[in-house]
C-alpha cells in the first residue's frame, strides 16, 4: 500500500529511507526518494532540505537556495537548515548571507556549535578578526570537548599572532585539540 500521509508510517519510512541513502552517499538514490516523499507531501520539510543540501552536493547550489529556503518557511526556527544554507553560501562565496544564516541558526539553538564553528569561519573570511577571535572563544566555551573547534583556534592564533603569547596560545590549541580528538 502507498503511503498516505505524512503521519503514516509507511511515508516516514520513504522519508528515513530516503536518508538514510543520503547519508550513505547513494545520491542518486536519496534524490529519487526524496521526490517520491515530496510527491506525496510538496511541503515536507525534511524533504526540502536535504534535497536542497543534496543538490548542493551535485553542484547545483542555487536550486539548493530555493529548497531549503522553502524548508524554513514552513519550520524556520530549524537551526540545522539555517545552518546548511549558510554552508551553501559560504560555498559559493556569498559570507554575508552565510553570516545571516549561522545567526539565525543561533539564534534557533544558541548551543547548535557547528553554526558557531562555520560564523567563526566566515567572520575570518571576512576579515573581521575581533568578532571571529569571539566567535571561536565562545565555541571553546559551548564546545568544551569538540576538537576541531581548538584547532581552527589554534590556526587563527598561530594565522594572526602579534606576539609569542599568542603562539604559544596557539600550540596550547593544538595540544587540546589532539587530546579530544
Known amino acids: 500500500r502507498l503511503p498516505q500521509r505524512p503521519s503514516d508510517p509507511a511515508f516516514v519510512g520513504l522519508l528515513q529511507e530516503a536518508m538514510r541513502a543520503h547519508q550513505a ?6 534524490e ?9 507531501h510538496a511541503a515536507q520539510p525534511d524533504a ?31 537551526p540545522d537548515a539555517h545552518n546548511n544554507l549558510g554552508n551553501v553560501h559560504k560555498e559559493c ?8 544564516c549561522y545567526r539565525k ?6 548551543e547548535h556549535y ?6 567563526a569561519v566566515v567572520l575570518e573570511a571576512q576579515e573581521r578578526l575581533d568578532d571571529a577571535f569571539e566567535a571561536y572563544s565562545k565555541l ?3 564546545a568544551p570537548t569538540y576538537a576541531h573547534g581548538y584547532y581552527r583556534l589554534g590556526l587563527f592564533l598561530r594565522n594572526y599572532a602579534q ?12 595540544r587540546e585539540s589532539f587530546r579530544h580528538d
Open 140 to 142: 571553546i566555551e559551548q
Open 25 to 30: 552517499g547513494e545520491l542518486d538514490t536519496a
Open 93 to 100: 562565496g556569498r559570507l554575508a548571507d552565510a553570516e545571516r
Open 48 to 78: 526540502l532540505h536535504f534535497l536542497g543540501v543534496l543538490s548542493h552536493q551535485r553542484g547545483r547550489s542555487d536550486e539548493a537556495v530555493l529548497l531549503i529556503s522553502s524548508a524554513l518557511k514552513i519550520t524556520p526556527k530549524h
Open 105 to 110: 541558526a543561533l539564534a534557533c539553538a544558541p
Open 32 to 40: 529519487r526518494l526524496y521526490g517520491e516523499v515530496l510527491a506525496l
Open 163 to 174: 606576539s609569542e603569547e599568542h603562539l604559544e596560545q596557539s600550540a596550547e590549541c593544538f
Open 114 to 119: 557547528h553554526a558557531q564553528s562555520n560564523l
